[in-house]
């Protein structure tokens, strides 16, 4: 074997335990958090389903005024649907390192590990929730077809990085104090009527918009919009905005994550 082939092995052979590891604690999660009765893992997306369904019927019933001519359908399902992913990530990450310290006195798990498998979870289920209803509602025509999938995709991934950082961040805050468990369910109701999903940027005020564009999942929301029905209105957003804020808050969570992970003691 090559010298080449020999410095390759232990990196391969890392990421081979790396993803057995996720896995591992994936199916772990699913188990414990769904388990084995009923329509079991199914509520993985079923449950999002469920939620985005629900606020579209109640628009359509009080037929709830957003700003613009687009279904409601449609608004609810590329605004509220992303609501999932920030909002639901750090609450699945918030004292999970406490709820599964146990798992640490494994030497091949560390506290990254098992905020990645709740994360990709949490994405998981919501990114089938928001294919399977998309597909519905094109189907029944309550919808019509995205203009453009990449920019979809783009917003979508781009909101998803953004609860993902979120999530590690507040995670591993919530090791250090119990406060960032109890501030954050009624901060993250707060930010839910800003967050873009009930709204088009366009139709606010200038000075509102500058203050709601400081949000990154506003342009995340838009961006989605945008690849939905962009031509339908006037989207407003900033991909560079997202991205840096996305980067710079990753940067600051792994730096909190990896003070934590020396601190942790397995219980």
Avoid: C
Wanted: proline fraction near 5%; charge should be positive.
């Amino acid at each position: 074997m090559s010298s080449e082939a020999l410095r390759k092995t232990p990196l391969k052979e890392s990421f081979t335990v790396q993803g057995r590891v996720l896995g591992a604690l994936l199916i772990r999660e699913v188990i414990t958090r769904y388990g084995r009765h009923n329509i079991g893992f199914l509520w993985l997306f079923v449950e999002p389903m469920l939620f985005t369904l629900g606020v579209t019927a109640l628009w359509t019933a009080t037929k709830s005024i957003h700003g613009s001519d687009l279904p409601i359908a449609a608004f609810a399902l590329t605004g509220y649907s992303t609501v999932l992913l920030w909002r639901n990530l750090p609450g699945r990450t918030i004292g999970a390192i406490r709820a599964d310290s146990a798992l640490l006195y494994h030497r091949n798990i560390k506290p990254l590990d098992i905020y990645l498998a709740r994360i990709f979870l949490e994405v998981g289920g919501a990114s089938i929730s928001f294919i399977v209803l998309g597909v519905l509602f094109i189907a029944i025509e309550w919808i019509s077809p995205p203009e453009d999938i990449l920019m979809v995709a783009t917003g979508w991934f781009g909101i998803a990085w953004f609860g993902a950082a979120l999530a590690i961040f507040l995670g591993t805050a919530s090791y250090l104090s119990e406060l960032v468990n109890k501030f954050w369910h009624p901060f993250s109701y707060l930010l839910f009527p800003l967050s873009g999903a009930a709204f088009l940027v366009s139709v606010l005020p200038r000075n509102f918009q500058e203050i709601v564009l400081l949000l990154p999942m506003v342009h995340g929301v838009e961006l989605v919009r945008d690849g939905y029905f962009g031509s339908k209105f006037t989207p407003i957003y900033d991909l560079s905005y997202l991205l840096v804020f996305n980067l710079v808050l990753s940067v600051i969570a792994l730096m909190f994550l990896r003070y934590v992970s020396r601190r942790v003691v397995p219980g």
